[in-house]
């Protein structure tokens, strides 16, 4: 019989159970982006990053204690696609240096790959979904990976969606795909959904390691309730590190003031 994994539905929206991969295709992968033809360069990686490292816990922990999480940070698809190449380094650098902590505190055996040290091994590509969908191709064949983590928005899907799903779908069934939320981009009483992993020029995004003050309203408890509920309840089974959240969060009791420690907890960081 074929092992199959239900997954908390608010945090993988595109079904509620993958099956078991192939021994040798235990590991998972995600992709950071740092540009945006309407934003430009990103100042920074958002706390919506979050979402896709709670995901990727529940899914290497259910696929074993040896499957790994590889994390690409896209420097050198943002130089192709117009950005400085000084200040990619430095962006890449802030990068690293904010991942690391929620690595160590989730538990995660996990690999930071710039795609400009893999360029050369996949091939030089003028279209970016040519090179997106080339680097998944090279953590299926050289890296072991079955299961890609990605994000996407409640929107259906269609030609015009520029989430995850539009380079997922020429991929196709290489490998098994789970989905994130989107990361949320609020400006007054406006909030729309947006990548989780890159903050743009930072209006109205949480930035790890920002002094911003958090607009806390109930779209963004909403959001944010399921993925600090996982984390919770990881702590409790021994699976993550105690500092993930702070101590004295009860959801059962309070919600709204335990989403709102979690994220000002989180967004502090560094």
């Known amino acids: 019989m074929t092992e199959t994994v239900a997954v908390r539905p608010t945090l993988v929206w595109n079904g509620d159970e993958i099956t078991m991969p192939e ?6 992968y995600m992709g950071l982006g740092m540009w945006s033809r309407t934003s430009g360069l990103s100042v920074g990686l958002p706390i919506d990053v979050i979402h896709m490292l709670v995901l990727a816990k529940v899914a290497t922990r259910w696929m074993g204690d040896k499957s790994k999480l590889y994390i690409l940070i896209a420097d050198g698809m943002a130089i192709s696609e117009g950005a400085d190449p000084e200040e990619v380094r430095k962006i890449t650098e802030i ?3 904010s991942l690391q902590p929620y690595i160590d505190m989730l538990f995660l055996k996990a690999k930071i790959v710039c795609f400009s040290d893999i360029e050369t091994l996949i091939g030089i590509s003028e279209s970016y979904t040519a090179r997106q969908t080339a680097v998944t191709k090279f953590m299926k064949m050289r890296k072991g990976v079955g299961v890609k983590i990605g994000w996407k928005t409640t929107l259906p899907f269609s030609e015009h969606c ?29 909030m729309s959904q947006v990548p989780p992993y890159s903050g743009g ?12 003050e958090l607009v806390i309203n109930r779209g963004r408890i909403n959001h944010w309730v399921e993925t ?16 993930m959240l702070p101590v004295g969060i ?21």
């Open 23 to 28: 021994e040798g295709s235990r590991n998972c």
């Open 95 to 97: 990068y690293k240096r």
């Open 162 to 190: 520029w989430d995850e799903r539009r380079f997922d779908k020429i991929t196709g069934r290489d490998l098994q795909y789970l989905y994130s939320k989107a990361g949320l981009k609020i400006c007054g009483d406006s």
């Open 201 to 212: 020029g930072g209006e109205g995004r949480d930035i790890i390691g920002s002094s911003a």
């Open 228 to 243: 600090v509920k996982a984390c919770s309840d990881l702590i409790k089974e021994g699976e993550v590190g105690l500092r």
């Open 250 to 270: 009860d959801l059962n009791r309070n919600r709204i003031c335990g989403v709102k420690l979690a994220l000002n907890h989180w967004i502090a960081i560094k």
